[in-house]
Nanobody, 119 residues
Framework: QAQVVESGGGLVQAGGSLRLSCAAS????????MGWFRQAPGKERELLAS????????YYADSVKGRFTISRDVRKNTIYLQMNSLQPDDTAVYYC????????????WGQGAQVTVSS
């Protein structure tokens, strides 16, 4: 059974950078895509970026386009989210998710990583 584990969250000042990592294990050979989501208090969870496992095609939400970069390391079954020019509005719990073959959407979720941006 596939599992994903996030790491790399923390506290950063406005304008700073952080890189999140998400390691997938167990059944990753059937991965279609992986993505990064976030949820701030009182707000709905939003998709920030996703990457197709087979060819690396990436998608970005308008809110992070030009500031965040998603990448993958196929050998390590890991994806990354490089976050630059962070602002207090980026404060949220960031989740990694994986979509397996046959699933209609992301069906494997990590526990979340807190990112806090101070002003």
């Amino acid at each position: 059974q596939a599992q994903v584990v996030e790491s790399g969250g923390g506290l950063v000042q406005a304008g700073g950078s952080l890189r999140l990592s998400c390691a997938a294990s167990g059944g990753t050979v059937s991965t279609v895509a992986m993505g990064w989501f976030r949820q701030a208090p009182g707000k709905e969870r939003e998709l920030l970026a996703s990457i197709r496992w087979a060819n690396g095609d990436a998608y970005y939400a308008d809110s992070v386009k030009g500031r965040f970069t998603i990448s993958r390391d196929v050998r390590k079954n890991t994806i990354y989210l490089q976050m630059n020019s962070l602002q207090p509005d980026d404060t949220a719990v960031y989740y990694c998710a994986l979509q397996r073959v046959g699933a209609r959407s992301y069906d494997t979720w990590g526990q979340g990583a807190q990112v806090t941006v101070s002003s």
